[in-house]
């Protein structure tokens, strides 16, 4: 079943920016990119923009979880909802994590109506217990040198990005731990199909250009990515 789950509201232009959408809304968002920014890495500016609403987290038992959070903070906002998507794409990104195999989850109907009246796509993605393989991964490993200061952007930015890798094709199971004696560093490991899933899908897509607005300027250094290959593996 779903233990934990996240959930955002993005909205993207091709054509409009992202700066002009908190004042339709009258909310503020958790992060922003805009049209013709660099990416940090390639240099190339970005060809759309980019305004996104994480809701919170839970902190005890018997709170909202992030999609009833997110659907509370847009109550009433239908109307500028639609009058945004004249110009803008919108979406409600929710990610599910499972303690097992099977992800089950369960939408109140008032909770649907609600998602209905806000007229935005509901993109759904469930994570769920490592699966059985017939053929051993690759696995992508990167330690993430984050801005000191900037840890609980990063970890609320990264909770969106990781359902773009987790959609891609080839992908397996991701971990992100953070660090002991250094608590800006995070050690990444994504296990692939290939390391072409990695190297030409992934990276070869537009979402991967999501991906890199939403986690690469947190960096300094821009850290660098090896691929390695299980030889051994024991437990205890």
């Not at 969106?160 to 992908?171: E, S």
């Given at each position: 079943m779903i233990t934990?789950?996240?959930?955002?509201?993005?909205?993207?232009?091709?054509?409009?920016?992202?700066?002009?959408?908190?004042?339709?809304?009258?909310?503020?968002?958790?992060?922003?990119?805009?049209i013709g920014d660099?990416?940090?890495?390639?240099?190339?500016?970005?060809?759309?923009?980019?305004?996104?609403?994480?809701?919170?987290?839970?902190?005890?038992?018997?709170?909202?979880?992030p999609l009833e959070s997110l659907v509370k903070l847009l109550r009433g906002k239908a109307p500028a909802l639609e009058a945004l998507r004249e110009n803008y794409t919108t979406e409600i990104v929710y990610g599910g994590f499972s303690d097992s195999g099977q992800g089950s989850f369960v939408f109140s109907a008032a909770l649907l109506a609600d998602l209905g009246a806000l007229g935005c796509d509901l993109l759904g993605t469930a994570y769920l217990e490592e699966p059985e393989y017939d053929t051993p991964s690759v696995r992508e490993e990167v330690v993430l040198p984050v801005i000191a200061g900037r840890?609980?952007?990063?970890?609320?930015?990264?909770?969106?990005?990781?359902?773009?890798?987790?959609?891609?094709?080839?992908?397996r199971e991701l971990t992100l731990s953070r660090g002991i004696e250094?608590?800006?560093?995070?050690?990444?490991?994504?296990?692939?199909?290939?390391?072409?899933?990695?190297?030409?899908?992934?990276?070869?897509?537009?979402?991967?250009?999501?991906?890199?607005?939403?986690?690469?300027?947190?960096?300094?250094?821009?850290?660098?990515?090896?691929?390695?290959?299980?030889?051994?593996?024991?437990?205890?």
């Open positions: 934990h789950s996240t959930a955002s509201l993005s909205i993207i232009s091709e054509t409009h920016a992202a700066a002009d959408i908190s004042a339709v809304l009258g909310l503020e968002p958790s992060r922003t990119a805009e660099r990416k940090s890495l390639s240099g190339l500016p970005r060809k759309y923009s980019l305004w996104v609403l994480d809701a919170p987290e839970p902190e005890e038992r018997g709170d909202l979880d840890e609980a952007e990063f970890e609320s930015a990264f909770a969106t990005a990781q359902q773009l890798v987790a959609a891609a094709p080839g992908f250094t608590p800006n560093h995070y050690l990444l490991l994504i296990d692939w199909d290939s390391v072409e899933a990695h190297e030409v899908g992934f990276r070869g897509s537009p979402s991967y250009d999501e991906w890199r607005s939403l986690l690469h300027h947190f960096y300094e250094p821009m850290p660098e990515v090896a691929h390695y290959t299980e030889l051994a593996r024991l437990r205890g």
